[in-house]
């Protein structure tokens, strides 16, 4: 069974940096795009982040040239590096394929605030 654990998440100052990570179980997850996505209080989820097996990216409008999302297939982790951060990036993040594949991780809070 496929396991997401994500990690790295924290109380931020807008402007602040975070790096999340997410360890994958399962080798197949190296063949598919990931994603990083976010959920905030009383919103749907959302793809904000997205990088296939060749490493191509691609971001949302709201994160673009603030994220940057990359994988290491060796050791089946994706990571996002998240900089210039505002109160409006505040969410729980999640990683998972995209689409996503089976369920979710327990994701991590990501707190930005003065």
């Known amino acids: 069974q496929v396991q997401l654990v994500e990690s790295g998440g924290g109380l931020v100052q807008p402007g602040g940096s975070l790096r999340l990570s997410c360890a994958v179980s399962?080798?197949?997850?190296?063949?598919?795009?990931m994603g990083w996505y976010r959920q905030a209080p009383g919103k749907v989820r959302e793809l904000v982040a997205r990088?296939?097996?060749?490493?191509?990216?691609n971001y949302a409008d709201s994160v673009k040239g603030r994220f940057t999302i990359s994988r290491d297939n060796t050791k089946n982790m994706v990571y996002l590096q998240m900089n210039s951060l505002k109160p409006e990036d505040t969410a729980v993040y999640y990683c998972?394929?995209?689409?996503?594949?089976?369920?979710w991780g327990q994701g991590t809070q990501v707190t930005v605030s003065s």
């Open positions: 998972n394929a995209d689409p996503p594949i089976g369920g």
């Open positions: 399962g080798s197949i997850f190296r063949f598919y795009p």
């Open positions: 990088i296939t097996s060749g490493e191509i990216t």
